[in-house]
């Protein structure tokens, strides 16, 4: 059984190839820092959580805000497809992005992301692959890019804006994937996860720079979330987009998703919300927003009859619940205008203040449905 939420009464980088094989080894969470950090105090006296091991993927903001990307899917809607828009600020410039896929992305291909953002992250593990020009030719219009550049550049689909941004690779097992987002390494897991890989690696992704202060940096670009080749002995070589390949190398403005509370919930609605609300709450800071707007924050724009949204609602609430039952969430109700308050555990991560990009308001107005 979930807990019951609090309510309120008042209305208140070495380049190397990319086929260059790493043996690989399993994930052990390690301590965030050695900085301590005081436990809160909640309203009932008691000492709340604090999250201290560092077992988080590093997670560009417009992977986690974009609503509609990542949802939950029903049999039969996958074959919908994904088209969705997001944007995200890099410096003065605004990128928009569009994602298309033929096949619906699911809350288990945002696991498996989050998972290679988590790898990618890793020193020991990350490849980092220099694009810069990569599609140049000499007199004789023979490539002069390294062979491995240009199939990295091949798999990810390059072209236009942000083709020579650099990209980091990881080598993985499907079972090792598995083990990551919480299934067993067994053999019916290990090909959801490569079903998984295959969605991504043929969700194309549209960027458009838009810098009204330097237009010479405007432009359209395409590349892939992440390119694939399988090699031998069960090995999977992968190469993240730039934008995800970014912030597992620099984690400013990066979201940090907790891979540990991830695992640890078990609806699929409660993991996207999770992911959301880990990229909007504040670890300090309680925040408001009205509950009639998360259903679009696990569905994606909410489209159909007033039952349908009304059910969607529902779901959110109980996805509410789940998360309250991790140990650090805050969660509190006012019952009158059904605003809820959120506050995040404590993280004592090197990085941890780095993690809160401001792309939505700490107060959400309240819209009736």
Not at 263 to 273: D, F, Q
Not at 333 to 348: A, H, T
């Amino acid at each position: 059984m979930h807990p019951k939420i609090n309510s309120e009464n008042t209305s208140t980088p070495t380049v190397t190839p990319i086929t260059q094989r790493k043996k690989s080894k399993p994930l052990k969470p390690k301590p965030a820092c050695k900085r301590k950090v005081k436990p809160r105090v909640d309203e009932h006296g008691k000492l709340e959580a604090v999250t201290a091991v560092m077992d988080h993927a590093p997670v560009h903001g417009v992977y986690v805000f974009t609503n509609g990307l990542f949802r939950p899917i029903q049999n039969g809607s996958r074959q919908s497809g994904s088209h969705v828009d997001g944007k995200y600020t890099s410096g003065t410039s605004t990128v928009h992005c569009h994602w298309d896929s033929a096949e619906a992305l699911d809350i288990t291909d945002q696991s498996v992301l989050f998972y290679l953002c988590q790898l990618g992250a890793i020193k020991k593990r990350q490849t980092v692959v220099d694009m810069k020009d990569w599609d140049a030719v000499n007199a004789e219009n023979k490539p002069t890019a390294p062979k491995d550049n240009r199939r990295v550049a091949k798999l990810l689909q390059l072209a236009g804006a942000g083709r020579y941004l650099p990209l980091v690779a990881i080598t993985a097992t499907a079972a090792e994937i598995a083990k990551g987002i919480g299934l067993s390494s067994t053999g019916s897991n290990s090909k959801t996860v490569l079903n998984s890989l295959e969605r991504l690696s043929k969700t194309k992704m549209t960027r458009t720079v838009c810098n009204p202060t330097d237009p010479s940096t405007n432009g359209i670009g395409m590349t892939t979330v992440i390119g694939m080749v399988v090699q031998a002995k069960r090995k999977i070589a992968i190469a993240l987009n730039a934008e995800l390949s970014n912030r597992c190398t620099n984690h400013e403005g990066v979201v940090w998703i907790n891979m540990q509370e991830q695992r640890a919930l078990e609806s699929k609605p409660a993991k996207r919300l999770h992911a959301w609300l880990s990229a909007w709450a504040c670890q300090y800071d309680k925040k408001t927003i009205g509950m009639e707007l998360l259903p679009a924050h696990i569905y994606g724009p909410l489209e159909g009859t007033a039952s349908a949204i009304h059910s969607r609602l529902d779901t959110a609430r109980t996805a509410v619940r789940e998360i309250a039952a991790l140990p650090g969430w805050h969660f509190s109700v006012n019952i009158k205008s059904d605003q809820l308050k959120v506050r995040k555990p404590l993280f004592v991560g090197t990085d941890a203040e780095a993690a809160f990009t401001a792309l939505a308001s700490a107060t959400t107005e309240n819209k009736s449905l």
